[in-house]
């Protein structure tokens, strides 16, 4: 049977969903008869396609709604896909970057390009991820950057990397504005920083003083009666923080934390870096009925002024020791562990006991 001009113009239509309706209604009773079978199998690619199309869709607009730029590469680290963000935040040029890699792009310098393509071969090559800060400049400003390279591996072995990038720069402007809020609380107590020992990061003293400082305090309350309490704090889901957004967001939060204590604490009150994100306050010659307003503002000074990259804000748990007479030093330590523990069951972001 010769195949009719007819019948080649419904097979070149066969992915046109308005034109292959009609062509085939012009077909001979035998074509159609024929090319059923084609048909057929065209409806079912053509359903196939609609509903990949679909599922692409879905995928492209859940991407285009996270707030941070975000990249899907190939495994040579050519753009595959940027999401709105990216292209806003990052794509200043608004260079088409499908099917390019970063040493074709115009807004990095050549060793940023050496460097961002190599470490997006190595996540790829490993199937690891990557962290990185980096400094990007727009609008004549300079904003900080971490970025994430995640590389991965389908169950066909097709391999790419997903980049994210996290903008620190606000972090690293409040940590600043914090920090010339201190700056005179620094300067009264810099004859005494010299001749102590601090932990590094935080500017916090470390433990290996806290001996000498509780001792002092002991032996003042004792002698002349004055009150005298500890705070016990613990930062709420701080391995949280640093799983999601790295060490270096969690030793920022830790530095702004000190800080935020160091503002609304007296000078002769002492912070110390108990362990990890737990933190020990003495608070000499406070009144015991001033004690929980004290912890109570520092709570909500932490609630209202420590945020995450997201904006979401870190709460901290607060248990309160105060002296009674005849205790110990470890009795009050863990007097005020216990009640930290307390805080932190009954839901976190909590001072117990309430006094």
Known sequence: MNISDTAIKWLNSLFDAEAEPALWAELSGQEQDLLQSVKQQCTQWQKRFAEQNEALQYYKSAFNALPIPMVIKDKDAKFLYINKEYDAVINTAKVDVIGTDVTELPFFTEQE?????????????????????????????????????????????????????????????????????????????????????????????????????????????????HGFSLLMLDIDHFKQVNDTYGHLIGDQVLQVFVMLLQKTLR???????????????????????????IAERIRMLVEKNLFAPDHKPITVSIGIGMYQNE?????????????????????????????
């Open 267 to 293: 000078g002769r009150d002492v912070i110390i870096r108990y362990g990890g994100e737990e933190f020990l306050i003495i608070l000499n010659d406070a009144k015991d009925e001033y004690v929980y307003k």
């Open 113 to 225: 390009k050496e460097i961002i393509q190599k470490e997006n071969l190595y996540a790829i090559k490993n199937k690891t991820t990557v962290q990185k800060d980096f400094c990007f400049s727009k609008d004549e400003r300079k904003r900080n950057y971490v970025y994430w390279l995640g590389g991965f591996e389908t169950e066909n072995k097709k391999a790419g990397v997903l980049c994210l990038y996290y903008d620190i720069t606000m972090f690293q402007k409040m940590l600043y504005q914090l920090s010339q809020k201190v700056e005179g609380l620094e300067l009264q107590n810099q004859d005494m920083i010299k001749q102590s020992s601090l932990d590094p990061l935080t500017g916090a003293y470390n433990r290996s003083v806290m001996d000498v400082f509780l001792d002092k305090a002991f032996s003042e309350a004792k002698k002349n009666g």
């Open 327 to 355: 205790e110990t030093v470890a009795d009050l330590l863990q007097k005020a562990d216990d009640n930290l523990y307390k805080a932190k069951s009954r839901g976190r972001n909590i001072v117990y006991p309430e006094v």
